[in-house]
């Protein structure tokens, strides 16, 4: 049993899946008494005297946390305010913490996700897997003044005082059951205690699955789209309109967590796609992106903050057919006017 099988049985509902059943009696369990234990006050939640926003999902792999993590530091800026982002660093690995995230960060040190937002936003991003030590250094240090947690939904510890749930309007919440026998971390019902639902996608989608939980959509639930922008040459200036991938032959990989979802928009561009997907947080070499013809090869800008690295600092031997495409998350604008009236409260009470 792989991954992939796992992952194509919670999507389409395989009944094998069932199997698992024990295993995931024993999941809700633990994560039940966990949480239980943070509400009685027995595990000890750390507070920031400032407000925190936790940015995450319900269900395992990616939803597009990382490009509402961006919009809402882009967008929080132009409020006046002086936002800061805390992660976890999936897949990196530092001899010391907090790691404060800069322009020579590997990402084998901080993780692809955390170099990409501090590409996309030039904000303070500041990696730490105890996530409440990454915040209070971004508060004492860096005099923000409102802490974005990119993921970290389940991570309790953190005290949060807004948490927005990402879910993929694609893909649902699969089958709608916990780990192993789905994809879930935590039960539907957890979308009634959250501020915000974010859809990356068509949210009617969502919506019966919010009304089955008796919870009003139209208060809460927002829908998300990821904007493409012109293609950016991994190595130099040079760009690729979005409009010239119209019937233009490519290569594409991707090592996210819904690399389809990546193709099918290069397909909706025009392009004819050789797709190639990886694993979420995939540690690229370079026989991943050779393919032995010059057809440019298209990547998302996660996956680019690792192939960049495999290649010498000089440009001796570096391909022009690499490229990735940006993306911007756009939400209608009443999203982050509620959010900001939300905001307010929460400084008055810190």
Request: net charge negative; hydrophobic share 40%; with cysteine.
């Amino acid at each position: 049993m792989n991954r992939q099988s796992v992952t194509t049985a919670w999507y389409q509902k395989k009944k094998w899946i069932y199997f698992l059943l024990p295993l995931m009696a024993l999941f809700w369990l633990i994560s039940t008494l966990r949480r239980l234990l943070y509400s009685a006050g027995i595990l000890k939640q750390i507070q920031i005297p400032v407000p925190v926003i936790v940015v995450g999902n319900i269900s395992v792999g990616g939803t597009g946390k990382s490009p509402l993590t961006a919009y809402l530091v882009k967008e929080l800026k132009k409020k006046g305010y002086r936002p800061g982002i805390v992660s976890r660093g999936y897949g990196g690995k530092s001899e010391h913490y907090p790691l404060l995230v800069n322009d020579l960060s590997k990402t084998s040190e901080a993780g692809d996700e955390p170099v990409m937002l501090y590409q996309m936003t030039n904000s303070p991003v500041v990696v730490d897997p105890i996530r409440s030590r990454a915040a209070l250094k971004l508060y004492n240090d860096h005099d923000c003044n409102v802490i974005i947690c990119d993921d970290g939904l389940q991570h309790y510890a953190l005290s949060r005082d807004i948490e927005i749930c990402v879910i993929d309007g694609q893909r649902g919440l699969g089958n709608g059951h916990l780990l192993p026998v789905g994809p879930l971390r935590e039960s539907k019902k957890r979308l009634s205690d959250v501020d915000f639902v974010v859809v990356n996608g068509d949210k009617c989608s969502v919506e019966p699955l919010i009304k089955s939980e008796g919870i009003n959509p139209s208060e809460f639930l927002f829908g998300m789209t990821l904007r493409a922008a012109d293609l950016v040459n991994l190595f130099d200036v040079n760009v690729l309109p979005i409009n010239e991938l119209k019937c233009l032959d490519i290569h594409a990989v991707a090592g996210i967590g819904n690399p389809d979802r990546f193709f099918n928009a290069l397909k909706e561009l025009g392009a004819n796609v050789d797709g190639e997907g990886h694993p979420d947080h995939h540690d690229f070499v370079l026989t991943d992106i050779e393919f032995n013809d010059d057809l440019p090869v298209v990547m998302t800008h996660k996956d680019a903050v690792k192939c960049r690295p495999l290649f010498n600092q000089d440009l001796s031997g570096k391909p022009s057919n690499l490229w990735y495409m940006p993306v911007d998350a756009q939400i209608d604008e009443s999203f982050i006017d509620s959010l900001c009236e939300q905001l307010k409260n929460c400084k008055n009470r810190h």
